[in-house]
Every structure is written in structure tokens, then in C-alpha cells.
């Protein structure tokens, strides 16, 4: 099965929310259906971070926050190589860390 | 509720500990209890600031350490705040809220943190815990890149040029280099930062468009107050300092959740309730002590506390509004930039240093003029924690 990184949605008021809440930041219900973060979005703002913490071999990483079209933002690892704010980007899952020889996947955004 | 007042205050040497977390305390709070002439009176409790102790220097329970090595067992109460980069603020205001209450009447607090007993991918690793779990830390979030991510969009919005992130390095510098305790003294020039030909050699990337220079120093260091109730001060000091307000706020834990990732509302909202509960406005504060673990910091919070109009901080910096001799001066220690950043001490350290100015006592960094009333903002996490404090003097 593919990985997928969840949002929650809000039974009562329908509202996205990533990451979740224990109650609906819009409406105050418990319950929600999960939702996979997926599709499109608008690059908000990124960064390339050149001090990186333990587990990473790399020169920097990039990272940014984007806003879905689904309705949420999210930060991901950026595979941009010119990322530009405001750039359309499509979200997919995958490595983003690898920490005591475990995997850990999350959300990776690439040019439209 | 009582007035409280400090009676007492002391800092080590910032930077690399020559002394073990426990000794630093030690020192810090021997400097603050011989100030406040203390004696033989007794302390009532003691509040520890600290973040990282039990993961970088494998101790826990560090406030009873701290009272075992004090002798102040068995009276004294002990406790650890463990508040993030906000801890040190946190542990005044509980202090304060213990005299003010009735609760106790002589208090010390003392915030220390060491953290160069790791090496500098562990202390990254370490303060990239206040990231939220899922949503940022397992994608290798730091704090220096969230900044970074806030920074373009501040820049991008109201037109902040990197050139003057590198004013608030060189104004805090210039002022951390006449701070006998401080980490980094060392001036810097727009040349050696941005201009020169070997600017980008002497100043790389950390979190584009955050460079070396835009971010604190990792530091070891440990700041103490003695709290004593207003109408006991002139028993220990002739130059009691009031704590006239404090407020703290918090925000989302992911930065991207907040309506407007632009704007730091627990700093906002910490000051407001720290000016209210002081019956003071921004327009009265005489100096400044601002968290500015990022250039970009500095700028920010001195909008959302009500210095400065949203979007003209780097004008006023620009003007020199906020050098010492300027009309608000911010950092004159030198700031989280120059005189360091020991994560958990921090707020202690810059109530310290406010203390200090309000007495005048700052020596080479004094801001003149006599300042009567000072505000410090300590910044937890990135914003999801914010501790605001007013202080006046109380002679």
C-alpha cells in the first residue's frame, strides 16, 4: 500500500485540518474522517537550510510551506530546483528522512 | 495581589562553559543573592529555567540539584520550568505569582543551559524538537529554517532587504562587544556581511535567505533574580526594580496553520497583557530587550509589540531609532545575536540585563537618559510561546 501523509477532515463542520486537532478548530467536534493530503498547490514561502540535525548527509535540503488547493497548508521537503514563491507545485509521498536505518516518509512537493 | 520587586541579579560569563550547568547556576545565583545582600534570611522556593539538561548533560531534577549545592534545603521549594526557549521568562513570572500571592516572599530564580557539551548536529537536532512532530520535524524543520521560511515572507511583504537583517547584526554586535559577559564580542561591518568580496566566505547560508550572521550563537551561560515583595525591597537594595507586568500567549505549533504566517500573535497578544497589567504603553518604554534569535526577529517583534507601525521595524532600525543613545534602544546587551542564546536562560538573562539599565549599572553599554522603564520579550518555540515583561524602577 502506498504511503499517505492524512489531514483531518471535520464530520459535523467539514473543515480541513493539518495537522489534526483533538477537537475542530473551526467547530469544537471530535470526530473527523481522514483525508490524504494530495493534488496541487501554490508555493507560499521555502528556504534551502544549509545546518542541518542529525540523519542527513546532504549539503542543505529545501523545504517549504504550501498552500493546497484541497483547502490546507502543509511544510514538505521541496524537489524544486529554482523554487520560486508563488510556483504551482503537485504533492507526492515519499523518503523525506531515514533515522536509526527506518524510513520516514512524508510530503514531497515537484513542479507542476 | 502584592507588588514584587528584584532585589537581587546576576549572570555568568555567555559562551563556552569553562563549569559544569551546575556550577554556572551556582555562580549566577550566588551573584544574586550577594546583591540582594541576602544573609541568612531564608528563600522560600527556587525556580529553575532550563530546556535541555536531561538530554545534553544527562541531569534531571535540576532544581534540587541546585538547592543541594546551595544549601538551601530543606525550607526551600524547587521546581524546574521547562518552557522551551521561553522557560527563562516562564520561571519569573511563576515566581512572581508565588510573592504577589502571598505564597512565598523570597524567591530566586535562575535559568542555565550548557549546551556546547554536545556538538553543534546534536544542539540543532535538540532545539528542533519545539517543531511539531509530524508535521515539521520529521522533514528535517529547524528552527533557523522556519525563520528562514518567515523571513522571505516578511522580506517579500514590506520590502526588507537583506541589508538591513545585517543592520540588526551590526548594531547588536557593536553593542554585545562593550558587554564584558557577552558570547560574541566582536564587531561587524556591512562589508565583512553582505558588501566585501569575501562577505559570503565570512557569512554562508544557514536557512537562505538567513545567513551565518542573522542567527544566534549556540551558548552556555546561567542568569539569577531574587523576587522579594515590593514593601520588603529596601531590606536587600537600595535600587529595587518592580516588576510592573508580564503576559505570556501561545499560538498554533505548526507555523503553516496560522491564518497569517506573517504575524507573530502571541507576541502581540503577551505584550498587550503585560503593558495592561503594568497600566503602560508602548510609547513609555526606555529600553528594549528582544528575542532576536533571527536578525529578521528583532524587526518583527518590534512591530507586534507596538514600537513601531507593522512594516516600519526596519525603517526605524534604519534611522537608528534603536541604538543606544537612539530614541528606543533594543539590545543594547548585544541581544540573543552577541550575547548568546543558552535556550533555557534566556528570558532570566534578558531581565537581568534590563534590570541592569534601570539601575544604571550597564557600564560601557548603559543607555543614557536614565531609563525608567524597560520590556523584554522572550520567544518560545517559533512564537507558539511568548513571554512579555515590563519592569520599572522602584526608587
Given at each position: 500500500m502506498a504511503p499517505v501523509v492524512e489531514a483531518a477532515k471535520c464530520r459535523k463542520c467539514g473543515k480541513i485540518s493539518y495537522?489534526?486537532?483533538?477537537?475542530?478548530?473551526?467547530?469544537?467536534?471530535r470526530k473527523f474522517d481522514p483525508l490524504p493530503v494530495e493534488g496541487e498547490g501554490t508555493l507560499l514561502t521555502w528556504t534551502k537550510v544549509y545546518a542541518l540535525p542529525l540523519d542527513y548527509a546532504d549539503l542543505y535540503i529545501t523545504l517549504g510551506i504550501v498552500e493546497m488547493d484541497m483547502g490546507i497548508r502543509a511544510t514538505g521537503r521541496l524537489e524544486i530546483d529554482d523554487p520560486k514563491t508563488g510556483a504551482r507545485v503537485r504533492v507526492r509521498v515519499g523518503k523525506v528522512r531515514e533515522t536509526g536505518g527506518t524510513d520516514i516518509t512524508g510530503l514531497i512537493f515537484t513542479p507542476v | 495581589m502584592r507588588d514584587v520587586a528584584i532585589v537581587g541579579a546576576g549572570s555568568t560569563q555567555f559562551g563556552?562553559?569553562?563549569?559544569s550547568l551546575l556550577k554556572m547556576m551556582c555562580e549566577a545565583s550566588h551573584d544574586a543573592m550577594k546583591n540582594a545582600n541576602l544573609g541568612d534570611r531564608k528563600i522560600d522556593a527556587v525556580y529553575v529555567a532550563n530546556m535541555g539538561s536531561t538530554r545534553n548533560?544527562?541531569?534531571?531534577g535540576l532544581s534540587s540539584a541546585l538547592v543541594d549545592r546551595l544549601n538551601l534545603y530543606p525550607h526551600a521549594a524547587a521546581e524546574t520550568i521547562e518552557n522551551g526557549p521561553a522557560s527563562g521568562a516562564s520561571a519569573v513570572k511563576h515566581g512572581m505569582q508565588a510573592v504577589a500571592s502571598g505564597h512565598c516572599d523570597l524567591v530566586l530564580v535562575c535559568g542555565g543551559e550548557r549546551?556546547?557539551?554536545?556538538?553543534n548536529f546534536e544542539a540543532t537536532e535538540f532545539v528542533s524538537?519545539?517543531?511539531?512532530?509530524?508535521?515539521?520535524?520529521?522533514?528535517?524543520?529547524t528552527l533557523p529554517s522556519l525563520a528562514g521560511m518567515f523571513a522571505r515572507l516578511y522580506m517579500e511583504r514590506y520590502g526588507i532587504k537583506p541589508e538591513h537583517l545585517a543592520m540588526v547584526a551590526i548594531k547588536n554586535h557593536a553593542n554585545g562587544a562593550k558587554n564584558?559577559?557577552?558570547h560574541l564580542r566582536l564587531e561587524v561591518t556591512m562589508e565583512g556581511l553582505?558588501?566585501?568580496?569575501?562577505a559570503h566566505m565570512n557569512n554562508p547560508w544557514v536557512a537562505d535567505p538567513l545567513r551565518f550572521f542573522d542567527c544566534c550563537p549556540v551558548s552556555d551561560g546561567a542568569s539569577a533574580v531574587l523576587l522579594a515583595p515590593a514593601d520588603m525591597a529596601a531590606k536587600f537594595t537600595r535600587k529595587p526594580v518592580l516588576i510592573a507586568g508580564m503576559g505570556q500567549a501561545t499560538d498554533t505549533?505548526?507555523?503553516?496553520?496560522?491564518?497569517?504566517?506573517?504575524?507573530?500573535t502571541a507576541v502581540r497578544l503577551a505584550a498587550q497583557k503585560a503593558f495592561a497589567m503594568a497600566n503602560l504603553?508602548?510609547?513609555?518604554?526606555h529600553i528594549a530587550e528582544l528575542h532576536?534569535?533571527?536578525?529578521i526577529l528583532e524587526i518583527a517583534e518590534s512591530e507586534e509589540v507596538g514600537f513601531?507601525?507593522?512594516?516600519?521595524g526596519h525603517l526605524a532600525l534604519e534611522r537608528g531609532?534603536?541604538?543606544?543613545?537612539?530614541q528606543l534602544p533594543i539590545?543594547?546587551?548585544?541581544?540573543?545575536?552577541?550575547?548568546?542564546?543558552p535556550v533555557g536562560n534566556t528570558g532570566v538573562s534578558q531581565i537581568v540585563e534590563v534590570v541592569n539599565q534601570l539601575r544604571g549599572e550597564?557600564?560601557?553599554?548603559q543607555v543614557p537618559g536614565e531609563p525608567k522603564n524597560g520590556f523584554a520579550i522572550n520567544f518560545g518555540g517559533f512564537g507558539n510561546n511568548v513571554v512579555a515583561t515590563v519592569l520599572k524602577r522602584g526608587y
Open positions: 495537522p489534526t486537532h483533538y477537537y475542530c478548530p473551526a467547530c469544537g467536534e | 563556552r562553559a569553562q563549569w548533560n544527562k541531569m534531571a549546551m556546547r557539551e554536545v556538538n524538537y519545539l517543531s511539531h512532530r509530524y508535521a515539521e520535524y520529521v522533514y528535517g524543520v564584558p559577559k557577552a553582505l558588501t566585501g568580496p569575501d505549533h505548526a507555523v503553516h496553520e496560522r491564518p497569517d504566517p506573517t504575524e507573530l504603553a508602548p510609547a513609555d518604554i532576536d534569535a533571527f536578525t513601531f507601525p507593522k512594516g516600519q531609532e534603536t541604538k543606544i543613545g537612539g539590545n543594547p546587551s548585544g541581544g540573543l545575536k552577541a550575547r548568546g542564546h550597564a557600564g560601557d553599554y
